[in-house]
């Protein structure tokens, strides 16, 4: 189902697609209209695409079709093994995570894993993780330092699960605990956004030496919906709290808070994948060459100062 604002360019793209197949079942000769609702379906989409809004690109961050976790790790690279369970309560299919080759070197890799549909949606919780799935990621971490293998995180939450069954086993301690134990880490950190960034539950894997972002993702200390909910007592009230938490890609960079904007294809990642997935890829090996050459302590360094210098203030 298209977005609202999407609907402009799908009811065009349907009526060339309808020409296209009357001139070919009838014989009859339409390139000359045909080319002007081409031309005119370019020019709406850089019209549409080219001026989105905040609450626009937090809508395409959402939208179904955009490239998953398991997307990327399958698309970009090899050998992947799933590593499951995290030795002390379960398994949480929110998080998913393990052991892959990039380009022939060994990595390690967790992400947020939202669903296709309903029913797998459910099974993944709707990528909001419980306690185990922060203590699934940092038994990774933990594989990444014990072998020396750089550390990669795929977020895409609208948060972690707040029931009641995640605080009752200590969701804020875990987070906090990840938060920490992805800081200390001594191998390369990289945190990609494919998506949502929605709070804790994002950050609890985003402590990255380099923190990069797709182009419509969000990354925000709360969802607008929840701001507005909180702010003026009216969830609709949305698209406002999104303008004022400036939590799209160009912010976040201006801010300091990403270090690299991943383009998507026109009309978002949704609409090509493949060419999605090539970004990331070019933009993963870029970000692990720029880091290589660091040993232990200076990554360790590295990664301190990034996130000492976030934040400013007038005096």
């Not at 609409?271 to 290589?292: D, G, H, M, Y």
Request: net charge neutral; proline share 5%; aromatic share 6%.
């Amino acid at each position: 189902m298209p977005l609202e604002f999407e609907k402009p360019i799908e009811e065009l793209e349907a009526k060339i697609a309808e020409l296209e197949g009357f001139a070919a079942s009838s014989g009859v000769d339409l390139s000359g209209e045909l080319q002007v609702l081409r031309e005119r379906l370019a020019q709406l989409k850089s019209e549409t695409f080219d001026n989105l809004s905040r609450w626009e690109r937090v809508q395409l961050a959402r939208a179904p079709g955009r490239p998953t976790t398991l997307d990327v790790i399958g698309g970009i690279m090899t050998d992947f093994v799933e590593l499951s369970g995290d030795r002390t309560f379960g398994e949480d299919a929110a998080v998913v995570g393990g052991l892959a080759r990039l380009e022939g070197t060994s990595v390690v890799v967790v992400g947020h894993q939202k669903g296709r549909d309903t029913k797998e949606n459910i099974k993944r919780n709707f990528a909001m993780p419980h306690p185990e799935g922060y203590r699934k990621a940092m038994r990774l971490m933990d594989l990444a330092d014990r072998f020396g293998r750089p550390f990669i995180a795929f977020i895409d939450t609208p948060g972690a699960y707040p029931g009641i069954s995640a605080e009752e086993r200590g969701q804020a301690w875990v987070i906090a605990q990840s938060i920490q134990r992805m800081a200390r880490l001594r191998v390369p950190a990289i945190a990609i956004i494919l998506g949502e960034g929605g709070s804790g539950g994002a950050l609890a894997i985003g402590v990255g030496n380099r923190v990069l972002i797709l182009e419509n993702a969000w990354y925000s200390v709360i969802s607008p919906e929840s701001c507005a909910a909180i702010l003026w007592r009216d969830a609709k009230e949305a698209a406002k709290a999104a303008e004022a938490l400036k939590l799209s890609a160009p912010d976040l960079l201006s801010l300091g808070i990403v270090d690299r904007i991943i383009p998507e294809p026109g009309g978002g990642a949704h609409r090509n994948p493949a060419a999605t997935l090539a970004n990331i890829k070019q933009a993963l090996l870029a970000s692990l060459a720029e880091l290589r050459s660091l040993g232990p302590e200076e990554l360790f360094e590295d990664r301190y100062r990034r996130f000492r210098g976030l934040g400013r203030y007038q005096t």
